[in-house]
């Protein structure tokens, strides 16, 4: 088994490819030792000591090193773990499934508990599908995923993930490419912050 390496948009993030799927649906974010808890992968990376974040994608995984962390020496170590893993076929979570793990669902609103307006209910789906259909696939060729978290008077909110996230360009990213997509395609939409 080949473990391909690519670098992203964010210094402190690389994303492996094990040339096989790793989630068979949706994504997952790890970005504590106490979250990691939850998948043996994710518990043996933060294990090196160097690990600030593991995001599982569809194809690939994306590790997160900590600020000083010397990514010459952490990947061969990185390497080691997702080979022994996946030539294992051990299961990604405790359990062997994602059951009984909490995870919040893409369209919790992250403000004051308040749903989006019925009345945006046609804007809201734009807004999602564009995310799906073209923004997504992007960002996650960055190893990262956007989760949408609310749209409230023109201005929608998303949550960078992976290797996204602290990403130095994730602010731009938000502001001049998905904020001038969504704009042309929906011109209800004024602003993109992020939540």
């Known amino acids: 088994m080949y473990i391909e390496t690519e670098a992203t948009p964010n210094p402190a993030t690389l994303k ?18 106490e979250a990691a808890e939850a998948s043996p992968l994710a518990e043996a ?60 669902a893409e369209e919790e609103d992250l403000f004051e508990g308040q749903a989006d307006d019925p009345a945006d209910a046609d804007i809201v789906a734009q807004i999602k599908d564009l995310l799906e259909t073209r923004i997504r696939p992007a960002v996650a060729n960055d190893g990262g995923d956007i989760v949408y978290r609310g749209f409230r008077e023109g201005v929608v909110f998303l ?20 904020e001038g997509l969504l704009k042309h395609y929906v011109p209800e939409v004024t602003e993109v912050r992020a939540a």
């Open 16 to 33: 492996f490819l094990p040339g096989r799927q790793v989630m068979s649906s949706g994504t997952r974010e790890f970005t504590s030792p």
């Open 45 to 104: 990376l933060f294990d090196l000591g160097e690990v600030t974040g593991v995001f599982f994608g569809q194809d690939f995984v994306a590790v997160t090193a900590a600020p000083g962390a010397d990514w010459p020496s952490l990947k061969p170590q990185v390497v080691s773990i997702l080979l022994d893993h996946f030539v294992s076929d051990a299961p990604l979570f405790a359990g062997g499934g994602a059951t009984g793990i909490t995870v919040p």
């Open 159 to 178: 949550t960078m993930q992976g290797a996204c996230s602290g990403c130095p360009s994730s602010s731009a990213t938000l502001k001049h490419g998905i």
